[in-house]
């Protein structure tokens, strides 16, 4: 294979957002997202319309990224896409239309871990950008997953810490729904959050042995305290938005930071980064920026076009795995579930 001119197409398609991207020897050339706005009639993601949505949006997507880094496809090195884990209808849709460009143009098919791809998303050529060194601990923080990861080589991935329950994105998003802002509601706590109390109202951290997390009891924990204040005095919610979103918002980065913590205590390794799509939260970001300083860390955050679900993170996996020749064959299926190491 040469490796002078490599052009990868990525496609992704874990969850509701349709991507694709082309890249360049390790520089992004485009990177399309299209979003589903008819999840939000539904207070969350609808698997059977996210998977419908998939098929009407993957051809104009790829038509685009390709036009955006004008390229032809008969450019094409090799096609990535993500494997899983994600919704299986939505995976279906990326694993079918990758296996067929791939056969239909005859170039190699790489398979790609999604959240090995938000971890990989930091070895993307970007100006401005500094890239992790081996080895370095990952927290991958989305709607669905919590994890930290110690990271010693590309592809060597060992998950040292996860969520029993919910994940820190699902948090958020319960709070914004108990509090009655609309979908996704995540973004909007964050918003809030900027400009209340952190300290106004205080919620206990669970207590979790070692470097696992949960969140479900804090979820009920905010639930029954909006129900009690809103009994008692029924604008509650309306009179004291910013300080509740501040308060929660404060909790679960206290949450998060604890946990870093002992991670680096545990292993030594004093380089953090952040990755997946609850990675855009300005308080975590602030947090973790003034931890560098508090317990002499090293800092590694991403762009926020490459925290949320995006191809162009699939492509730079897909590009580091073509350069070791590492290739995927067409009777390759979507995971639904589908554990780091595996």
Request: proline share 4%; net charge neutral; charged share 20%.
């Amino acid at each position: 294979m040469s490796t002078d001119q490599v052009y990868i197409l990525a496609i992704e398609s874990s969850c509701d957002d349709t991507s694709a991207a082309v890249i360049h020897n390790g520089k992004m050339l485009s990177n399309v997202v299209a979003n589903q706005k008819i999840h939000e009639a539904y207070g969350g993601v609808v698997p059977e319309l996210a998977s419908r949505a998939h098929q009407q949006n993957i051809v104009p997507v790829v038509h685009q990224a390709l036009a955006k880094a004008n390229i032809d496809k008969n450019q094409l090195s090799a096609i990535a896409f993500t494997r899983g884990p994600g919704l299986m209808g939505s995976l279906l849709v990326g694993t079918s239309f990758a296996k067929s460009l791939a056969m239909g143009l005859q170039i190699p098919l790489i398979e790609v871990h999604h959240m090995q791809a938000h971890i990989l998303a930091h070895f993307i050529e970007e100006e401005g950008y500094e890239k992790p060194t081996f080895p370095f601990l990952a927290m991958t923080i989305s709607g669905g997953h919590t994890q930290i990861v110690r990271v010693d080589d590309y592809f060597k991935m060992t998950v040292i810490g996860e969520t029993t329950d919910d994940a820190v994105g699902e948090a958020f998003d319960k709070t914004a729904k108990i509090l009655g802002l609309p979908y996704p509601g995540g973004p909007l706590v964050d918003k809030y959050a900027q400009e209340g109390n952190p300290k106004a109202f205080p919620f206990t951290k669970p207590k979790v042995p070692g470097l696992d997390f949960s969140f479900s009891g804090l979820k009920t924990a905010i639930l029954y305290f909006v129900q009690k204040n809103k009994a008692a005095n029924p604008t509650f919610i309306e009179e004291n938005i910013a300080d509740i979103c501040a308060s929660v918002q404060h909790t679960i980065i206290q949450i998060l930071m604890d946990k870093l913590k002992l991670a680096s205590k545990d292993t030594g390794i004093k380089q953090i980064a952040i990755g997946g799509g609850v990675s855009a939260n300005s308080g975590i970001r602030n947090t973790l920026k003034e931890a560098e300083k508090k317990y002499g860390w090293k800092t590694y955050i991403p762009k926020f076009e490459y925290c949320t679900d995006n191809a162009g993170m699939i492509a730079i996996v897909g590009y580091l795995k073509y350069l070791n020749n590492d290739f995927t064959d067409a009777s390759v299926s979507a995971k639904a579930r589908y554990a780091i190491n595996e």
